[in-house]
């Protein structure tokens, strides 16, 4: 399965973005999946998770602000960003874990960047 991030963009501090992270070359369902992100200059971090039974954990930085889903009849996760700030300016990527193990290719993520 490859897992494409999208959805990205330019918007204003306060404003709110909704990123997919669709699958793809299978037939199977994903399993879990993790949004990460990667700032300029930092490492990679991951931000929102949810399992294939549909529980979900947060970064605190995002506790309360971001919320991951999953639509498992499309085959998609979605990351609802909402009161975005410039310090979440990200490369935002998705990827999947199976069996403890994250997957080894990342695509090419996707761009958001908040202005102040």
């Known amino acids: 399965v490859q897992l494409q991030a999208s959805g990205g963009g330019l918007v204003q501090a306060g404003g709110s973005l909704r990123l997919s992270c669709a699958a793809s070359?299978?037939?199977?369902?994903?399993?879990?999946v993790g949004w990460f992100r990667q700032a300029a200059g930092k490492q990679r971090e991951l931000v929102a998770f949810?399992?294939?039974?549909?529980?979900?954990n947060y970064a605190d930085s995002v506790k309360g602000r971001f919320t991951i889903s999953r639509d498992n009849a499309k085959n998609t996760v979605y990351l609802q960003m909402n009161s975005l700030t410039p310090e979440d300016t990200a490369v935002y990527y998705c990827?999947?874990?199976?069996?403890?193990?994250?997957?080894?290719?990342w695509g090419q993520g996707t761009q958001v960047t908040v202005s102040s």
């Open positions: 070359g299978s037939s199977r369902t994903i399993s879990a």
């Open positions: 949810i399992t294939s039974g549909g529980s979900t």
């Open positions: 990827n999947e874990q199976r069996f403890s193990r994250w997957g080894a290719t």
